[in-house]
């Protein structure tokens, strides 16, 4: 079981974690939001502070960081083709800082591709996400 830490207040980061989720047939994939109230409580092995400088998650008793966590996330869910290049020797590399340039900027990047391709964000709170447009909650497995 894969558990992935990730800021749920991030558009960008919020629509990939929907995307892996639908993918997650098996279920071998638990999302955990940040900012819940008692994140600190529940998972005291995760600094926030940390975890929202770069993506967290937690396999087989072992902290994943960035794009290993990225690598076994697709990987579960049967899309590993699409990120096996981020391993290869040289790209790995590259791929790590333009990642860290990302994770950095991530807010401002959502909010721009958001706003270019009229993509619909979904705010998400306490573990419930609240979609604006239909006025809806949609709980989070």
């Not at 950095?104 to 306490?126: E, G």
Request: charged residues 20%.
């Amino acid at each position: 079981m894969l558990t992935i830490f990730y800021d749920g207040k991030c558009p960008l980061c919020s629509i990939e974690m929907q995307h892996l989720k639908q993918l997650d047939t098996y279920n071998r994939i638990i999302l955990v939001d940040l900012h819940q109230e008692n994140f600190t409580t529940l998972h005291p092995e995760i600094d926030v502070t940390d975890a929202m400088k770069i993506l967290h998650a937690s396999y087989d008793g072992k902290i994943l960081l960035g794009l290993e966590v990225t690598h076994k996330a697709w990987t579960l869910v049967g899309k590993g083709f699409w990120v096996a290049p981020l391993n290869w020797p040289v790209i790995k590399q590259l791929s790590h800082v333009i990642y860290l340039i990302v994770a950095k900027y991530r807010q401002q990047i959502s909010v721009f591709i958001a706003k270019i391709f009229r993509i619909k964000t979904v705010q998400c709170n306490a573990g419930a996400c609240y979609d604006k447009s239909t006025n809806t909650h949609h709980r989070r497995k």
